[in-house]
């Protein structure tokens, strides 16, 4: 089954412990994207790779690391967890991103998200 | 700046009621645009999305979006909702060519039986 999966799902942890939060996809795509979901601001985009070893930042990369050293793997790192980063959050996946020469290819599909707590 | 708008944070209907939840956004240019839906305790989904061609863009379970470039619009309809259709809906929004996906704040919908 074509999916992207995040784990854990659920995690309280406590300010200054580092934590990772892992994302695979098994639909050889390209693209990874890391998102925020937060009450009344919607998605924000952390940080995004176009392929194995290149990332980007997004709109809210303050507080996070993302490496891409397999292209099934997308990992969001918190080396210093404050209780501002409590949010629930989601990796996506695309074929492509994007590109406008294919189109239907930068539909992102979205894993089933993390709950992070920072006490 | 560039933003996604979804100026309806919560809107309550009767089952069988016509939905139409709106979804502006202010970049200039080509975009592709999409609506996702998040059922309670669930992931993201693709509802619908616009990529070119016909303005009018059918997706699963009734709903349909119309683009009108002009109002820079992408609203969502559903005809007669049903009780399952309470959930929150996101509309996004991605130059064509770039890499972000903007999103609005959502809309929570609830439908009451």
């Known amino acids: 089954e074509a999916q992207v999966t995040q784990n854990p799902r659920y995690l309280i942890t406590v300010t200054g412990k580092k934590l990772t939060v892992t994302c695979s996809q098994n639909m050889n795509h390209e693209y990874m994207s890391w998102y925020r979901q937060d009450p009344g601001l919607g998605l924000r985009q952390i940080y995004y790779?176009?392929?194995?070893?290149?990332?980007d930042k997004g709109d809210v990369p303050e507080g996070y690391k993302v490496s891409r050293k397999e292209k099934r793997n997308f990992p969001l790192i918190l080396e210093s967890p404050s209780p501002n980063q409590t949010s629930l959050y989601f990796c996506?996946?695309?074929?492509?991103?994007?590109?406008?020469?294919?189109?239907?290819?930068?539909?992102?599909?979205f894993g089933p998200g993390t709950r992070l707590t920072v006490l | 700046a560039q933003s996604v708008s979804q100026h309806n944070h919560h809107v309550i209907l009767s089952e069988a009621a016509s939905l139409e939840l709106g979804c502006n956004y202010s970049y200039g240019g080509t975009v592709n645009l999409f609506w996702y839906v998040q059922y309670p305790g669930q992931h993201l989904q693709l509802l619908l999305k616009?990529?070119?061609?016909?303005?009018l863009v059918k997706g699963i379970k009734g709903f349909e979006a119309e683009f009108i470039k002009s109002k820079f619009s992408f609203n969502l309809r559903k005809p007669s909702v049903q009780w399952s259709d309470t959930a929150e809906y996101f509309c996004?929004?991605?130059?064509?060519?770039?890499?972000?996906?903007?999103f609005g704040t959502g809309t929570r919908l609830t439908v009451i039986p």
């Open positions: 996004a929004v991605k130059k064509t060519g770039a890499n972000n996906l903007f």
């Open positions: 790779s176009m392929n194995v070893e290149v990332t």
């Open positions: 996506a996946s695309s074929l492509f991103g994007g590109t406008g020469r294919f189109p239907g290819t930068d539909t992102q599909y």
């Open positions: 616009y990529f070119s061609g016909d303005p």
